[in-house]
Nanobody, 127 residues
Framework: QLQLVESGGGSVQPGGSLRLSCAAS????????IGWFRQAPGKEREGVSC????????NYADSVKGRFTISRDNAKNTVYLQMNSLKPEDTAVYYC????????????????????WGQGTQVTVSS
């Protein structure tokens, strides 16, 4: 049974850093990408970043470019999201998700393109 488990969330002051991890297990087939999404209270879920598992190509939301870095360790089936210069508006529940096949019709950060989701980890940025 496929599982995606996020870890690394927490509380941090503005300007601080956190590193999120997403460990995938139980998936016996190849898959295309892992993405990070976030959802703040009262807002829709939005794509933050994604990385293709084979080629390592990445995408970032404009709001996090230059501050967040996504990376992967295929040997560990783990994807990381390094978040620097955190802002209060980054506060949200962060989810990782797995995209089995690259959709021809949906963008790389479209939540509907992803097939499996983790339970989420809370990130709070506050002074």
């Amino acid at each position: 049974q496929l599982q995606l488990v996020e870890s690394g969330g927490g509380s941090v002051q503005p300007g601080g850093s956190l590193r999120l991890s997403c460990a995938a297990s139980g998936f016996t087939s190849d898959y295309y990408a892992i993405g990070w999404f976030r959802q703040a209270p009262g807002k829709e879920r939005e794509g933050v970043s994604c990385i293709s598992i084979r080629g390592g190509s990445t995408n970032y939301a404009d709001s996090v470019k230059g501050r967040f870095t996504i990376s992967r360790d295929n040997a560990k089936n783990t994807v990381y999201l390094q978040m620097n210069s955190l802002k209060p508006e980054d506060t949200a529940v962060y989810y990782c998700a797995l995209e089995r096949y690259r959709s021809r019709w949906l963008g790389p950060l479209a939540p509907n393109a992803y097939d499996y989701w983790g339970q989420g980890t809370q990130v709070t940025v506050s002074s």
